[in-house]
């Protein structure tokens, strides 16, 4: 199958790399069918893009890369909606923001993950209202200077030895 007009142009996947979300994902229920990839090389971060419509495409994490205690509990209902046998077969996403301008400010909603079954790819968002929709991913202590660190950073010039 092939999908064209994604920020990333025309991407190429099986059927088999579908991630199905029954319900779509709050505020685009068009999107029901996504494929979910690398952001980057050894990155933490992915791209879970829409098949459904291609203009739509969010980063996503996996919160546990990021914070060790959390608990997601779904419910009997979401459980048999995903037909989710055992909880190893989970695996667990969570939206990512990147605030224009100020990439120290990154939030991840972990309010409303992304719950899909391993197995069948089947997936549903739920609500977890113990967490915070806007959680920092970078620590209050670590934020001051990291745009500055990040700008100077990038706007070295590289010098190629001669």
């Known amino acids: 199958m092939e999908l064209h007009g994604t920020r990333f142009g025309s991407l190429t996947f099986g059927e088999e790399e579908l991630i199905s979300l029954e319900d779509g994902l709050m505020g685009f229920p068009k999107s029901r069918r996504f494929l979910l990839f690398p952001y980057a090389e050894d990155s933490a971060f992915?791209?879970?893009?829409?098949?459904?419509?291609?203009e739509v495409a969010f980063i996503v994490i996996n919160p546990f890369d990021f914070f060790a205690n959390l608990d997601f509990t779904l419910s009997d209902e979401d459980t048999l909606s995903?037909?989710?046998?055992?909880?190893?077969?989970?695996?667990?996403f969570c939206l990512v923001n990147v605030?224009?301008?100020?990439?120290?400010?990154?939030?991840?909603?972990?309010?409303?993950?992304?719950?899909?079954?391993?197995?069948?790819?089947?997936?549903?968002?739920?609500?977890?209202?113990?967490?915070?929709?806007?959680?920092?991913?970078i620590p209050v202590e670590m934020r001051h200077g990291a745009k500055e660190r990040a700008m100077r950073e990038y706007a070295q010039p590289k010098v190629a030895a001669v």
Request: hydrophobic share 40%; glycine share 6%.
């Open 46 to 54: 992915f791209w879970l893009q829409s098949v459904d419509e291609a």
């Open 82 to 92: 995903i037909d989710l046998v055992r909880g190893e077969d989970a695996e667990v």
């Open 99 to 137: 605030p224009d301008g100020h990439p120290e400010a990154v939030r991840t909603n972990l309010a409303a993950p992304v719950m899909v079954n391993a197995c069948n790819r089947k997936g549903k968002q739920i609500l977890a209202k113990e967490y915070s929709p806007r959680q920092p991913l």
